[in-house]
């Protein structure tokens, strides 16, 4: 009986321990002025119920109120806080995170992503950097969440470039006058010829080294679909958003996971009607996660 008592205490243990983090494109929330598209939000509300993440990276919140109400009716048990400032198009950032699980001790916005080089402003220029601490209930650990959205295009290399290095000293300087050892930043960093190892993937992997962390989402196949620059009716996949952690927060071997239209297709090309509501209603990308703890 002691056996089991123990083995059952060792397993709710692991359980409440249990961390999945994760990042999520929700193309223009709520209101897509491009195509005329107003957010599916049951199926938003669906797909996030159905990943069950503890902190999620989430960009292109472009109406804050909506998105709050959204949260609160929609979604219990999660918080959420997303940046004041979103750049030329208004599509501000942040998180959302179960407060079960994951208590978030700070917020901020850090401005010098958006224009490197130059004066970060509010409305112009490229998102903010949004950074969050947290700290793991179950177990106190704490850890810097950052939510990143990058210059996008393949013209865009050159300025992702210089936003990689200002996350670079971001996190060097959190790390020295925090004492945090433990981080992850994640988001849509724009990765045009990331699948094809071209310029992003190297830059990419650079990064990741250069701060001894890890791409916990390098192997989900895709992460959104995009119309691949011919008419032809067929979308294609594209590996855009990524998950980046420290192994200080890898407790077990991360298992990463791809959600909605390309998982449904399985980041094979397919037709606008095969890939569905979570294509059509909800964004162009897919949330990824990783369950790490």
């Known amino acids: 009986m002691k056996f089991l008592l123990t083995w059952a205490l060792a397993l709710t243990t ?12 929700i193309r223009n929330f709520d209101y897509d002025e491009r195509y005329r598209i107003t957010t599916n939000k049951p199926e938003l509300a669906n797909i996030i119920k159905q990943i069950n993440v503890d902190v999620l990276s989430v960009e292109e919140i472009h109406d804050t109120a909506k998105w709050d109400e959204f949260v609160a009716k929609s979604l219990p048990g999660y918080g959420t806080e997303v940046s004041q400032c979103g750049g030329d198009h208004g599509q501000r950032l942040g998180f959302l995170y179960n407060t079960k699980t994951v208590e978030m001790l700070s917020f901020n916005e850090d401005l010098s992503i958006s224009n490197p080089g130059g004066p970060g402003t509010c409305d ?4 903010p950097l949004a950074i969050a601490l947290f700290q793991i209930k179950a177990t106190k650990q704490k850890f810097f969440g950052m939510t990143a959205h990058l210059k996008s295009g393949n013209n865009g290399a050159g300025k992702r470039e210089k936003q990689y290095q200002i996350i670079k000293n971001i996190i060097n300087e959190l790390k020295s006058k925090t004492g945090v050892k433990d981080f992850y930043f994640a988001g849509d960093l724009n990765t045009t010829e990331y699948s094809n190892k071209g310029s992003d993937y190297n830059q990419l992997t650079k990064v990741v080294r250069d701060l001894g962390m890890v791409n916990l989402t390098e192997r989900v196949g895709c992460t959104a679909y995009w119309w691949g620059g011919t008419d032809d009716g067929v979308e294609n996949p594209t590996t855009l958003d990524h998950v980046i952690a420290t192994p200080g927060l890898l407790k077990i071997q991360p298992q990463p996971l791809v959600y909605g239209h390309c998982a449904k297709v399985q980041c094979r090309q397919a037709k606008v009607k095969d890939l569905g509501v979570s294509y059509e209603g909800v964004s162009d990308h897919c949330p990824i996660t990783a369950k790490i703890q």
Do not use: E, K, P
Request: glycine share 12%; aromatic share 6%.
């Open 14 to 25: 692991l359980s409440a321990q249990a961390l999945t983090i994760g990042a999520y494109n």
């Open 124 to 127: 112009s220029g490229s998102r």
